[in-house]
Structures are given as C-alpha cells and as structure tokens.
C-alpha cells in the first residue's frame, strides 16, 4: 500500500511564504515524476510544478518567479517553496506522484498516486 502526506499549508499574508511537503511512503520500488497540483473553490484542478527523478521541473506560467519545487529521492518526499503569494493562490495544494510498485503477479506496475490535500489561504 502507497500513501501520500503533505503538509506545510495554513493562513498567510500576501507576500508572505510557506514550504509544503509531501511524503511517499509503503511498499515503493520507484518513483518517476512528482507534482504539485492546485484546485480554488469552483475551480478546476490544474497543474502548478513538476520534477522528475532526475531534477528536471516544469512550472504554470501563474507562479514561475515564485514558486521553487524540488524533492529528495532518499526520503521519497517532494517539496514546493512558495513566496510572494498572492491572494489568488488560496487553493488546496495536492501532491501526485508516479510510483512503480512490485504487484502481486511479481510484475513492476506504474500507478498515479494523489494526497489528501493542504490548505493554503492568502490573505490580502
């Protein structure tokens, strides 16, 4: 069994910072590419950085400058540094995770993971 946990999230003031993490854990062979994605209140999921194994990120235009994503292989844990924020980044922050797990046929399988979520609220 694979689970996902972030944390970090909370109350801030525009222009304020927070450092989220997210922490794999269970029975991992590998994990590939890990991401940050963010969904507002009516608002649809959407991409915010990614990282592959080996350290290559992607960001959505609304936060390049501000946000920094990174991730440590050994700990199997990805983080999302956020500055400057800004009262339209009040979102819950989810994690994904490509994980290759050993199945029961003694196959390796490639499988999407997402965490629960963590608030972060902005204030103005």
């Known amino acids: 069994q694979v689970r996902l946990v972030e944390s970090g999230g909370g109350l801030v003031q525009a222009g304020g910072s927070l450092r989220l993490s997210c922490a794999a854990s269970g029975s991992i062979f590998s994990i590939n590419d890990m991401g940050w994605y963010r969904q507002a209140p009516g608002k649809q999921r959407e991409l915010v950085a990614l990282i592959s194994r080996g350290g290559s990120t992607n960001y959505a235009d609304s936060v390049k400058g501000r946000f920094t994503i990174s991730r440590d292989n050994a700990k199997n844990t990805v983080y999302l540094q956020i500055n400057s924020l800004k009262p339209e980044d009040t979102a819950v922050y989810y994690c994904?995770?490509?994980?290759?797990?050993?199945?029961?046929?003694?196959?390796?399988?490639?499988?999407?993971?997402w965490g629960p979520g963590t608030q972060v609220t902005v204030s103005s």
């Open positions: 994904n995770a490509n994980i290759r797990v050993r199945a029961n046929s003694g196959r390796y399988v490639g499988t999407s993971y």
